[in-house]
């Protein structure tokens, strides 16, 4: 089995008091029996973008039977990030079609220049990509076909599982403390 990411974060760019809205979704979720321990880097696969957590007690209790558990994986953690975060994901397809004109365009066409812009510039404009075909300017999300490129901050939970049992919870919190839009994605490894 290999491992997984799935984020819930706040849309659009980071907000000054991105640290203390992570902050409160890190505290809330620990007061929610959802996380536990201390810190844990290993929790995660890659360096951490922030404070991880092991899952706590009540993180998998509504998870039906025959699912295996986080808990029992040696990465499993929650990772709380305060900054933009790259979620690589839409980028791997073989053609994307153009948010401004319909194109299909060739993943080699346009894949660096996405990358670019979310993963180095984290470039959250509707102009920080060119379309290849008619040269409009667009935003990075638009080119992904479902999820986000680059999202504004938020926690990625390591191998949990993508469920409403076990995501729910999270998703509520997360919406108390970064707000109420939110946006989700994430891979597989």
Do not use: H
Request: glycine content about 12%.
């Amino acid at each position: 089995m290999g491992s997984s990411v799935w984020y819930i974060a706040r849309p659009g760019p980071t907000p000054e008091d991105a640290q203390l809205r992570i902050d409160e979704l890190s505290a809330a979720m620990r007061a929610a029996g959802l996380i536990a321990g201390e810190d844990d880097p290993d929790s995660i696969l890659g360096a951490a973008q922030g404070p991880a957590y092991r899952p706590g007690p009540r993180a998998e209790e509504s998870l039906p039977p025959g699912y295996g558990r986080a808990t029992e994986l040696r990465t499993n953690g929650a990772e709380f990030i305060a900054a933009a975060i790259f979620n690589w994901s839409p980028l791997n397809v073989d053609e994307f079609t153009a948010p401004c004109c319909g194109a299909l365009i060739d993943a080699g066409e346009i894949v660096d220049k996405l990358g670019t812009a979310a993963g180095v510039e984290k470039d959250f404009s509707d102009s920080a990509v060119t379309c290849p075909r008619c040269g409009a300017p667009s935003g990075v999300n638009a080119w992904a076909e479902s999820g986000f490129m680059l999202a504004g901050c938020g926690v990625g939970l390591w191998n949990w599982q993508v469920m409403p049992e076990v995501l729910d919870p999270v998703r509520r919190l997360a919406r108390e403390t970064l707000g109420p839009e939110l946006v989700e994605d994430g891979y597989k490894i």
